[in-house]
């Protein structure tokens, strides 16, 4: 039997199976490619949501924190007309006033306070904590970020407000800027004008030989460290044998600059040296901070430079001052007072004859002299002379303004807020402080001690703020055991301080425009070599001390507020 054979029936099977095939897969591609498309655009929506909604956050710090600065500009505010004004901003960005929306049709995220809560050690003296009137809050902001048909919430919370002490006191050593604005040519050293005379690399930090942190750092500028001890005397120019500065790894540097590792040159100039605007020449820049410091361990750098605001001289002259009058003038016929007690006001004069007055007198204080008394403190003390304390025991209770110069030798107790139109000098002393010293003139501290007074929940300290120099002369030299100075040192110039032929141990804190730090490590002679664990004491030792804001807080009255703190990130979560 014959069969008929036709495959033309199987290729047209075939060609519709294949286009069906490929129509499939098409789609399939397509609906794939959309799906990617898609999911593309969402997840660019999450990341834009949340971008979105750290602006929010970003936004409103800065507007509160603006709110703020505008309440204090000026002359300022008291502590409690600076916390009610605090309240009333917080309450104007409440979610309960419904500010989150506010112009959520323009800007792709709304933003509120969520929740507030005062930080108790900042509530404002004598007022009730049910009142909640503190200078710094914990506050939490809730932002919702837009995109597309995504919103991602976002809660932050951030520490706010204004601190009744100097931000230079947060820092072990603190090298800071002024604003450009008040350097001036023309400042009048002899008067206390807000200016500022120019400084030649002002914000640097030098770090030189092996010295020894532990505490945070802030660089303004630029940070620069060398692994020997610099010197200079006269023309001469040193440099020793030493080891890289150390700092504890726990610790921060905020740093608004850079970091060089310098490298001594033959013929080596001191002066030039600290003096640099220009860093090219031996002057290595280095991006690992651990490269800087002993045994390669530096502490966490923090690019971001904080504003510290100048000490106000002119607002703490103002206050302390004590206008002499006839109720007031105390006026003694010898320039020794011993076991002096006045709790009024007291403008000490000494006589010159029946009729007048010495116009500028020297007394000399021994035995205990109080001046006024206390709860609430009141009795101010004023003089147009110098004064000398040796070996004598001295208390303000309500402040002093010593128109002339303040020298303290001996064995002495100070306690009070003084302010010096002049120089201070604390030499041959074995000092124990609990005082404020804000200072005209120059600072210096030769062959001297200084100890802190036990207090209830303190311990406390020498704080000394200077318009001047700060000099540190031979404290412990050629000594093997450091001088104890418990204190923090304050300056707006240039502060230097050679643990060379010193041995000085710092329980709190220094701070200036420019620092020059310079060490050596071990005993007298027999310097700390490179590579060497023996002799391992440094001869410059800065210990940051916290007792140092408890002990400004503690002497303050009632602090003026005239600056605001940067804002402090404490907590971030999409939950």
């Avoid at 100890?451 to 300290?461: C, E």
């Amino acid at each position: 039997m014959d069969y008929i054979r036709n495959e033309k029936g199987y290729s047209l099977l075939i060609s519709l199976i294949i286009v069906l095939l490929f129509t499939v897969l098409g789609v399939s591609l397509i609906g794939m490619t959309l799906n990617g498309v898609q999911k593309n655009e969402t997840r660019e929506d999450i990341i834009q949501s949340t971008d979105f909604a750290s602006k929010g956050i970003e936004r409103i710090t800065a507007e509160i924190n603006s709110d703020l600065n505008n309440v204090v500009n000026g002359p300022g505010l008291s502590t409690h007309d600076f916390a009610i004004e605090f309240n009333r901003i917080v309450d104007s960005y409440s979610c309960l006033e419904d500010t989150e929306n506010q112009e959520s049709e323009i800007i792709p995220y709304s933003v509120c306070i969520e929740s507030s809560y005062p930080v108790e050690t900042t509530f404002v003296k004598g007022t009730n904590p049910a009142l909640n009137l503190s200078l710094r809050k914990n506050i939490k902001f809730k932002s919702i970020g837009r995109s597309g048909l995504v919103e991602k919430p976002l809660y932050t919370t951030i520490n706010i407000g204004a601190s009744e002490y100097p931000e230079v006191l947060n820092y072990a050593v603190g090298a800071y800027k002024v604003p450009p604005e008040l350097v001036k040519t023309n400042c009048d050293p002899t008067m206390i004008e807000k200016c500022f005379e120019k400084i030649e690399g002002e914000g640097n930090l030098f770090l030189n030989g092996g010295l020894s942190i532990e505490g945070d750092i802030k660089v303004d500028t630029n940070l620069i460290t060398v692994d020997k001890g610099l010197y200079e005397e006269g023309s001469t120019n040193s440099s020793f044998a030493s080891v890289l500065p150390q700092v504890n790894s726990d610790r921060k540097l905020f740093l608004g600059g850079k970091m060089y590792k310098y490298t001594v040159p033959s013929g080596f100039n001191y002066r030039n040296y600290v003096n640099t605007t220009s860093f090219s020449t031996n002057f290595t820049p280095k991006d690992d901070i651990n490269s800087l410091f002993y045994n390669g361990e530096g502490p966490e750098k923090i690019s971001k430079s904080i504003d510290i605001k100048p000490i106000n001289f002119i607002e703490k002259s103002t206050s302390m001052t004590l206008n002499k009058n006839t109720a007031n003038t105390f006026r003694v016929n010898n320039s020794t007072l011993s076991n002096v007690s006045r709790a009024q006001n007291t403008f000490l004069v000494l006589k010159k004859d029946n009729s007048h007055d010495m116009e500028n007198p020297i007394f000399t204080f021994s035995g205990t002299n109080t001046f006024g008394k206390a709860n609430p403190a009141s009795g101010k003390f004023a003089t147009k002379g110098t004064i000398n304390i040796n070996g004598a025991a001295t208390k303000f209770y309500d402040g002093a303004y010593i128109n002339g110069n303040l020298n303290i030798t001996g064995s002495s107790t100070i306690s009070g807020v003084v302010y010096v139109n002049g120089e201070l000098t604390i030499k041959n002393a074995q000092l124990r402080s609990d005082v404020i010293f804000y200072v005209t003139g120059n600072v210096t501290i030769e062959k001297s001690e200084i100890l802190g007074i036990n207090q209830v929940n303190r311990s406390s300290s020498l704080i000394i703020f200077a318009k001047g120099d700060i000099n540190f002369k031979f404290i412990s030299s050629q000594e093997n055991e450091p001088s104890e100075l418990k204190g923090y040192f304050y300056s707006e110039k240039t502060l230097e301080i050679y643990g060379i032929y010193s041995n000085i141990k710092i329980n709190g804190g220094v701070s200036a425009r420019k620092i020059i730090l310079n060490s050596l490590r071990g005993d007298w002679y027999w310097f700390f070599p490179p590579n060497s664990t023996e002799k391992s004491q440094s001869r410059l030792q800065i210990i940051y001390d916290e007792d140092i804001i408890k002990n400004f807080s503690a002497l303050q009255a009632e602090p003026w507020i005239d600056s605001i703190s940067p804002p402090i990130e404490i907590e971030r979560s999409f939950k």
